[in-house]
């Protein structure tokens, strides 16, 4: 079991005026080169914050964070943009897609800093789409497709530059039930496929989906569980 990405004691600081706010206090988690983790715990409990560390998004105050054994701290920050580019693709629970453009330009859109030559961007938006079921959808725009069709272009737009993590914060935070199920069903099988898959939820339900459940309280890790898979 390949170690992918790790936290080694890491503390995370945010300033409140004169004082800090301590998010995470010491966090140590290893995640395995295609592990299926999910990352639960209650609101405030610094589940989005461990994410957009361990996503190369903010540095830790303390500790060290470890990708594919590169200590993030010795990279700078174009290093950094290159990895997260090229190795990271990114879900949030708010869709984030351009409402004047269509699906397939959307999910387009990280080609462009990859420096994918055009002539084969839209190619692979297509596939893209097709691969998470919107193949018939590509000409619509965001405001004409459902909430779980709308993440579904935002996965696909994670996935088109093929990294090899997949990062997700509440994705179905905005989802009806059924809506809901079909993206965790996606990111299973996306798991199958081969890519490392963390997903943070606050849902029961959601988590068990995962092979490993880490739940956070106060910024640590209080305990972790197996999951159905
Ligand atoms: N940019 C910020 N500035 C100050 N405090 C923050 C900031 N981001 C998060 N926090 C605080 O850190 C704690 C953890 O936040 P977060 O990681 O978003 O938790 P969760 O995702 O589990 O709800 C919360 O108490 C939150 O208010
Ligand atoms: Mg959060």
Redesign the pocket.
Known sequence: MTTFVELRGVVKD???GQTV?R??RGVDLAVAEGQFLAIT????????????LMGALHRPTQGQIIFEGVDLATLSADELAHLRNSKIGFVFQQFHLLPRITAWENVALPMAYARVRPAVRKERALAALARVGLGDFAYHRPNQLSGGQQQRVAIARALVNNPKLLLA??PTGNLDTQSGREIVELFSSLHKEGHTVVI?T?EPEIAAVAQRIVV?RD?LIQEERHGLR
Do not use: I, N, R
């Open positions: 945010y300033p409140m706010f998010a995470l715990g209650p609101s405030g409990s610094g589940k989005s914050t461990l994410l957009h914060d509440e943070v606050h956070l910024g």
